[in-house]
């Protein structure tokens, strides 16, 4: 069950700490995505990128921030300015062009404590 | 920018019975539509996908629909069966891989 690798499974965060979220695929894809999943919400897009040392904010990037030094490594921070993190953040891949199949991690549950 | 509206929320029906989903999008741009199915505990996972030149697709006992006039787009499960429960999404795209959910349907199938 390779591909696309997320960890840790669950973390939990004090107030006013960042924390990070790592993500790590070994299928060549070009195309990485964070989304966020809460109850009743569906997958809303955090940040993605397109292609190494380049990303783009999604619909709720406030709060969040990434970086993506190399292909195969996606990692999100949440930080202390997101008012409401406690969620399932899942991590996705594809190869590069239109209509291509998103691979998911298996996803990181965050709770703030 | 896009907006995927999914219905209904929750679905419960009869081992055997079919289940239909529907999602209706706001850009007409959009070309790309998969489903994903979520289990309990599991990552989404992609179970069929449609573009925008076909409008429809079937595999064995799912299918999908496409109306790009009036732009929604439906899953249709046959025979469904108690594994089929979990949460499924429908999603739209345009452009380069920008792909927008759905909120999700849970469907409970009783045997």
């Not at chain 1, 993500?23 to 809460?38: F, G, I, P, S, V």
């Not at chain 1, 949440?78 to 998911?104: D, H, R, W």
Request: proline content about 4%.
């Amino acid at each position: 069950d390779g591909g696309i690798t997320q960890s840790p499974k669950y973390l939990f965060r004090k107030e006013g700490q960042n924390v990070t979220l790592s993500c790590e695929q070994n299928l060549n894809h070009d195309a990485m995505y964070w989304y966020r999943q809460d109850p009743g919400q569906g997958l809303r897009l955090i940040y993605y990128s397109q292609i190494v040392n380049d990303f783009q904010k999604g619909d709720i990037a406030e709060g969040y921030s990434v970086s993506r030094e190399k292909k195969e490594s996606f990692p999100l921070t949440v930080t202390s300015a997101q008012k409401n993190p406690t969620a399932f953040y899942l991590c996705a891949s594809s190869e590069s062009g239109i209509g291509t199949e998103a691979f998911f991690g298996q996803g990181t549950r965050l709770t703030v404590v | 920018g896009e907006n995927v509206e999914q219905h209904p929320s929750t679905l419960s029906v009869q081992e055997g019975d079919s289940a239909v989903i529907k999602c209706t999008y706001s850009d007409s741009a959009s070309n790309y539509f998969p489903w994903y199915k979520q289990e309990l505990g599991k990552r989404p996972q992609l179970i069929i996908d449609i573009r925008s030149n076909v409008g429809e697709k079937k595999d064995q006992r799912i299918a999908v629909t496409l109306n790009k006039t009036a732009k929604h787009f439906s899953l249709h499960i046959t025979e469904t069966q108690p594994e089929d429960s979990a949460v499924y999404f429908c999603a739209a795209s345009w452009g380069f891989q920008k792909l927008v959910f759905g909120t999700g349907t849970r469907l409970l199938v009783s045997p």
